[in-house]
Every structure is written in C-alpha cells, then in structure tokens.
C-alpha cells in the first residue's frame, strides 16, 4: 500500500486527509494519507529519516518556502514562486513543486475561463500572493499588489514586472475585474479589506480564506452584484493537481469538493 500524507505545524486543520481518501474511494486505490505534526526545527531531520516511506507528501504552513531548499528537484513554478507544497520521488530524486498556483487558476476559471488582459487587484504579499501572482501573469493578467505593508508590495511587484498601490482608498472600482484577498483577513472574524462600497455587479470576487466560506469580503461582494469564487475551490483544485500528479488518474473535481464538506 502506498502512503501520502500531509506536514505542517500545527497540523489539526488540515482537510487534505478528507480530500484524497475520497480520492482514494473514488477510484478503489489501495493507499493511506495522515497528517503528521512537524516543527520547523524538525523538518529537515524528518524529511531524511522518514520521506523514503512515503510515495508523496503535501506541505503547509509553515514549510512550504523552507522546503524549496530541501529538495533535490525544484519544479520551474516553485522556483519562481519561492515555495513548494507537493513531494514526490521520481528515478530515487526528490523533487518539489506547486500546485497552489494550478488551484489558483482553476478557481478563477470558474467565474473566468480567459484571463488575458483582466486588470486584477492581489490583496497581500505572501505565498499566497505569490503564487496567485505567478498565475495570473502567465495567464496575461494585468495585477495591481496592495499589502498592509507598503514596502512588501511594491517589492513583489517590482519581482513579477507588475504595479504596487500603497492606498486602497486611491483606487477606482472601475478600473478592475478581478479583486483576490490572499491574506488572513476574514480567517474566523468578520473583516474585510475591501470598503462595501467599493464592489460593482462588475467585478469578480475571490477569498482565499475558506474557515468561513462566507467570508465579509465576499459576502459583499455578492451583495452588490458581483460574481464571487470561495476559498474551497482553490483548495479543492490544487489537491486535485496533487491527486493527479501522484497517483497519474483523473479525478472528478465533485469527489473532493464534496469531501471538503464532510470533512470536520
């Protein structure tokens, strides 16, 4: 029986389980997926000691930049995205790559299938927002960076050959399609980064955040008209690519969008 599982610190939130035993139900594959607890003082040791029994290991927070100096292969995305979330062994050589940027695109292509050109609005400057970032402009999206802290954004940008903007207040509503919150805002509370009156029928809104679902940030968004992508489906998309990835079988997205909702 091969064995998968998913590393992070803490670990107990992790719906990735649900999502590829569901997987492995689908489709009568005979293997396992744990969730193990590893801390950053840890991770290097574990991964010598313990990788060489697994066919493939999810990581997430928070290992997933430090993992891209652990691996002996690294993916071109996760090169440039600067974090890896996905192992696998290929010819006895570990390589590491990310398929949180295929989550990405994925998601949006649910509300927009061509992204060429679509002027978008990235809230934060994390690795979420680096991997959206690595999306959208090899999709040929024009992106806006804001963050909290001005300097991240504008560093970012400059990276990826896009625009900062320092104020939400300064920007117009109508100059964009697509606004993306890829930070923590809106995790468990009831708080948005963009004014209510900010959103237009117009617009596309996409949470990253999915604990809720419901986000203030899209709850809005919906309110005023405009079209909205849930935290869940990035998630769903990106273990999908990982599903795929390992085990070389195609999944119906359905099977883990449903197991994300089981799921405690």
Known sequence: ??????????????????????????????????????????????????MIDYAGVAVTI???????????????AAKVIGAVNTLYWEHEVLHGTNTDCVGVLRALQTEVPNLEDKKVLLLGAG?????????????????????????????????????????????????????????????KQWESLIAADFWTPHHVAFDMVY???????????????ARTVTGDQMLVHQALEQFHLWHDMELEPEVMGNAFFLAD
């Open 1 to 50: 029986m091969k064995k998968f599982a998913v590393i992070g610190f803490p670990i107990n939130h992790s719906k990735s389980p649900a999502l590829h035993e569901a997987g492995f139900n689908e489709l009568a594959l005979e293997a396992s997926f744990e969730a193990i607890e590893v801390s950053p003082a840890d991770l290097g040791s574990w991964l010598s000691v313990n």
């Open 62 to 76: 928070p290992h997933k930049e430090k993992m891209v100096d652990l691996v002996q292969k690294l993916s071109p």
């Open 127 to 187: 690795g979420a927002a680096r991997a959206a970032l690595f999306t959208l402009q090899t999709a040929g999206a024009k992106t806006v960076v804001w963050n909290r802290t001005p300097e991240k954004a504008i560093a970012l940008a400059e990276e990826f050959h896009a625009t900062a903007a320092e104020s939400l207040s300064a920007l117009s509503p109508d100059k964009f399609d697509i606004i993306i919150n890829s930070t923590s805002v809106g995790l």
């Open 211 to 225: 604990d809720p679902l419901e986000t203030r940030f899209l709850s809005e968004a919906a309110d005023a008209g």
